[in-house]
C-alpha cells in the first residue's frame, strides 16, 4: 500500500444550525455537533484507507465556543496517524456568524477509527505522512494520544467488567 499524505484523507461539511439543532440556550446540541464530528470522521478515516470503517473511540470533544441558531458550523476532518488497521483522525469545527463574519474554533476532537472488510473484521490501512508543520506536529505527538487511548479503554474495560449488564433496581438496590 502507498502512502498518502494527511491532506488527501480531507473531509469538509458545513451546516446551518436551524431551530430544531438548538438547546433552551439558542445554541447547538452537543450531542448533534458530535454526530456531525462523527460523520466527517469517519469520511476522512474512509477515504483514507478506501474501504469501510468504524469508529473505535473519540479521546475527547472539546467544545469551546458556542455554536448559535442562525450560524454556520464548518467541520474538517483529516487522518493523522495510522498503525497497522486504525487511523487517528483530527477533527476541528468553526462557526461563522453569517452577518458579521466572525468565526471562532468552536470544538476540536481526536476520533480512532478502524477499516474492515467485507467480514467486518479489522484490515489493513495505508501509512500517512503529514506535509505542513501542524500535520507534522500532529503526527509527532500521536504515538502519545495512542497510549493514552490503551490506557483508557483498558480502564473502561475493568469499570464495564465491575457493573455488568444488570441494572441498579435488578440487584436489588
Not at 77 to 96: G, L
Not at 142 to 161: D, F, G, L, M, Y
Amino acid at each position: 500500500m502507498d502512502s498518502k499524505p494527511c491532506t488527501y484523507s480531507l473531509a469538509v461539511k458545513t451546516s446551518h444550525v436551524l431551530p430544531p439543532d438548538t438547546n433552551t440556550h439558542g445554541t447547538l446540541f452537543g450531542g448533534k455537533l458530535m454526530a456531525h464530528i462523527d460523520d466527517v470522521g469517519a469520511i476522512a478515516a474512509a477515504r483514507h484507507a478506501r474501504k469501510p470503517v468504524v469508529t473505535a473511540s473519540t479521546d475527547s470533544v472539546d467544545f469551546l465556543a458556542p455554536v448559535k441558531e442562525g450560524d454556520t458550523v464548518c467541520v474538517e476532518a483529516f487522518v493523522t496517524w495510522t498503525h497497522n488497521t486504525s487511523m487517528e483522525v483530527f477533527v476541528k469545527a468553526v462557526t461563522e456568524d453569517l452577518q458579521t463574519g466572525d468565526r471562532k474554533v468552536c470544538t476540536t476532537a481526536f476520533m480512532t477509527f478502524v477499516a474492515v472488510d467485507e467480514d467486518g473484521r479489522p484490515s489493513t490501512v495505508p501509512s500517512v505522512y503529514p506535509v505542513t508543520d501542524q500535520e507534522k506536529n500532529l503526527h509527532k505527538s500521536a504515538p502519545s494520544r495512542a497510549e493514552q487511548r490503551k490506557a483508557r479503554r483498558k480502564h473502561s474495560k475493568e469499570v464495564a467488567s465491575t457493573f455488568g449488564t444488570d441494572f441498579p433496581w435488578n440487584r436489588g438496590l
